[in-house]
């Protein structure tokens, strides 16, 4: 008999350790409550299939806050990530989902503050001198007011999510410099658009760690998919409707967002 039970307990140890395997792995994320706030990279314009409550913010099942969601099963989930908003639209309409049993927060906002849309309008449209002039006005912004706007936000959220970790995704390079467009804008726009967002993310990345959240870089990870890379192409150029212009496409969500925000989740 004593072969018998010995083999027992181990073929129990082995089911219970399966067991074990498989209920940790789609439950690894069963405590969490993530709230995903922010703009419209946040909210996935320009990565189509937009869910039908979000009108006019246009929160797309393609966005990584819903893959990181399709792929974790939180226990909670707000997404109120939306088109156009700014630090104060963040304040004002997005902090209401965020308590203390919130566990995961995800946020990138500051460039609709610094002007990204009218920026890449005038580069768009007009001559080289004024849209170098644009994006030195949207760099002085970024540089001088959005870091006490970034500081405000930071704490709000801290001071209504004590327990959270926060992640602050950025803003990739739009252009590749020296690509394979034969139309659009040239080399000298297209450098100081860039130049924007690596101000950006400067001023963002310090901002984050100064409030103890991760900061999540995505240039790297779009290395080789600007407008104009030779390779796949993760981000709209100019499209309609416009709003989605100069935004990740389904691609970019999932190819170069969702992989920098799950290692820093």
Not at 31 to 54: H, I, K, M, N, P
Not at 96 to 106: F, I, M, N, P, R
Not at 120 to 133: G, I, K, R, Y
Request: a neutral charge.
């Amino acid at each position: 008999m004593r072969p018998a039970r010995a083999m027992s307990v181990a073929t129990l140890a082995v089911l219970l350790t399966l067991a074990s395997l498989f209920v940790a792995s789609p439950a690894s994320a069963a405590g969490v409550r993530y709230a995903a706030l922010g703009d419209s990279y946040s909210a996935g314009v320009g990565a189509g299939s937009y869910t039908s409550e979000s009108g006019s913010c246009k929160r797309s099942t393609n966005s990584y806050p819903y893959l990181w969601k399709n792929a974790h099963a939180p226990s909670a989930f707000a997404f109120v990530a939306c088109s156009g908003a700014r630090t104060g639209d963040v304040l004002n309409n997005q902090l209401s989902v965020l308590d203390a049993s919130t566990t995961l927060v995800s946020i990138s906002v500051g460039g609709n503050d610094a002007g990204f849309a009218s920026t890449m309008q005038t580069c768009v449209l007009d001559s080289e001198t004024a849209c170098l002039n644009a994006v030195a006005t949207a760099k002085s912004y970024a540089t001088n007011t959005l870091p006490a706007q970034l500081d405000n936000v930071y704490a709000k959220i801290h001071a209504k999510a004590p327990n959270a970790h926060v992640v602050v995704l950025g803003y990739p390079h739009l252009y590749k410099i020296g690509g394979s467009c034969i139309f659009g804008i040239g080399d000298t726009k297209r450098a100081a658009i860039n130049s924007a967002a690596d101000t950006l993310a400067d001023v963002t990345a310090k901002r984050a760690a100064n409030a103890g959240f991760s900061y999540a870089d995505v240039r790297s990870a779009f290395t080789g998919h600007e407008i104009c890379a030779s390779g796949t192409v993760w981000l709209n150029s100019t499209v309609l409707p416009v709003d989605e212009s100069y935004h990740p496409k389904a691609a970019g969500q999932s190819g170069g967002y969702l992989p920098v925000f799950s290692a820093a989740a």
